[in-house]
């Protein structure tokens, strides 16, 4: 009998689950293969690239990731290896924050050690690319960060407003975040 999919709702910044650290992953475990593909469906519905359990209310150390043109795939007990380089990056937002964006500085190089949605441990590569923004940003999640507590500076915060961004200043910005 096939099982079916759960939409879960997003939770936003403020809510204390964000917060705390998520604890790990014993077994995967039929339920948390569910768990799994509710996640999945649930960052497809809010038009993600990522999504970690916290966001959905639940406190165990597990993400998703779709990114655009691959496979989706989860990473449980995900932790970072290796984080090297630095780069800025324009606009990076959450599905927990939403509404807003903000530039700030993510690492050009991570490597992630996780298990997959059976339980098999991988490791996984990835540079100068969204994938490597999106490991940082879902590991942040799983020990209570979110990208706002990296922004340098507030005006950094960009809000979506009408059908542009503006500054947290209230000026607008052109889609590089760069005022018009």
């Known amino acids: 009998m096939a099982s079916t999919v759960t ?11 964000l917060r705390r650290p998520a604890k790990r992953v014993e077994r995967v475990t039929e339920s948390i293969q569910r768990l799994i593909e509710d996640m999945m469906e649930s960052m497809y519905v809010a038009q993600g690239v990522g999504l970690a359990a916290p966001q959905i209310g639940v406190g165990l150390q597990i993400a998703v990731l779709g990114m655009p043109d691959d496979e989706p795939f989860a990473i449980v ?4 290896v290796e ?3 630095s780069r800025v ?3 990076e937002g959450c599905l927990s924050v939403p509404g807003y964006r ?15 949605a059976e339980g098999e441990e991988f490791t996984l590569t990835a540079e100068d690319d969204l994938l490597a923004e999106a490991l940082e940003h879902e590991v ?3 020990h ?19 059908q542009g961004w503006v500054q947290a200043d209230g000026e607008p910005v052109d889609a590089n975040g760069e005022r018009d």
């Open 7 to 17: 939409i879960r709702p997003i939770r936003y910044l403020g809510d204390p689950v």
């Open 77 to 80: 007990n995900p932790e970072i």
């Open 89 to 91: 990056m324009d606009a």
């Open 140 to 142: 942040d999640h799983l």
């Open 102 to 116: 903000a530039s700030l500085k993510r690492s050009r190089h991570v490597v992630v050690r996780a298990l997959d």
């Open 83 to 85: 984080a090297r380089g």
């Open 144 to 162: 209570g960060t979110l990208y706002v507590d990296h922004v340098e500076r507030m005006t950094d915060l960009q809000k979506l407003q009408g």
